[in-house]
């Protein structure tokens, strides 16, 4: 039986959103050969913890490191929706729908990841509002009589991945190079890594721990530790020492099918 080209489309809130979560993964997926994809919905204006922060330019800045995060990773384009950062429950839940099922119809990933629309302790309404429609445009792309007007053939997604699950099923292994990587591409956020570091400080010295020893590392150590960290939390769910965990869902018959498809 031939194989088809497999494509992947990672649908995020925010530009580094995917990175975080999945980074190692969309590695892997690339390096096999998958053609990957991102697509980001919100600008990322809100993400600085600085006041006098210039929206418009934070935008620029972001999108720059969304491209080059990508880069590292291997993905192939990234789309930007840019709805305003942090108010997405603004945006008609059909309109965010429609625009997810026409890049669906446009790119044809057999495999989709996002955020777990059922997490009950995501916080951030970006995520869920991001979420509820990716996993709903996955089940409605192909029918041909939801949004005719786009003029592009329906298309069905076979796999959908979602991270951030409370639930998982899916442990995905990290050698050490591919965290390595996701770190390199995590850096190049370099606006969200310094907000990160700035705030995980924060978060300890509000809980009287002394941060001296941190404030005197750089950066890209302090990053190394975290995500490092974060890694093998979520490798020991999975038992395996680095990782990143998903809940996968197969859609339709797909596998049954193909199972019957290699017996012939
Ligand atoms: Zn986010």
Same mark, same amino acid.
């Given at each position: ?172 292994? /990290? ?10 591409? /995590? ?34 150590? /302090? ?42």
């Amino acid at each position: 039986m031939m194989k088809m080209k497999e494509i992947v489309l990672a649908i995020s809130a925010h530009p580094d959103d995917i990175e975080f979560f999945a980074g190692g993964t969309i590695l892997q997926f690339s390096r096999a050969g998958k053609d990957v994809y991102f697509l980001i919905t919100t600008n990322g204006c809100r993400g600085s913890l600085d006041p006098q922060t210039d929206l418009e330019e934070l935008v620029t800045t972001r999108k720059g490191e969304a491209r080059a995060a990508a880069e590292i990773l291997g993905v192939k384009d990234v789309f930007f929706l840019d709805y305003e950062d942090g108010f997405l429950d603004r945006v008609p839940h059909l309109e965010l729908r429609e625009r997810y099922i026409y890049y669906l119809r446009k790119l044809k990933p057999n495999i989709v990841l996002t955020f777990d629309p059922w997490n009950p302790y995501e916080p951030h309404s970006d995520h869920r509002k991001t979420a509820l429609a990716a996993f709903e445009s996955c089940y409605f792309c192909h029918y041909p009589l939801f949004h005719p007007e786009q003029n592009l053939a329906k298309h069905f997604v076979s796999e959908v991945w979602l991270f951030r699950s409370p639930t998982p099923n899916n442990w995905v292994s /990290l050698t050490s190079k591919d965290l390595r990587v996701k770190i390199k591409a /995590l850096l190049k956020h370099r606006s969200q890594m310094q907000m990160l570091v700035q705030e995980v400080l924060e978060q300890l010295q509000a809980a009287s721990v002394d941060t001296s020893i941190l404030e005197q590392m750089d950066i890209k150590t /302090l990053v190394d530790i975290f995500v490092r960290q974060e890694a093998e939390n979520v490798g020991k769910e999975g038992k395996q020492k680095y990782a990143e965990a998903f809940k996968v869902f197969k859609l339709g018959y797909v596998e049954d099918v193909k199972k019957i498809l290699q017996s012939l």
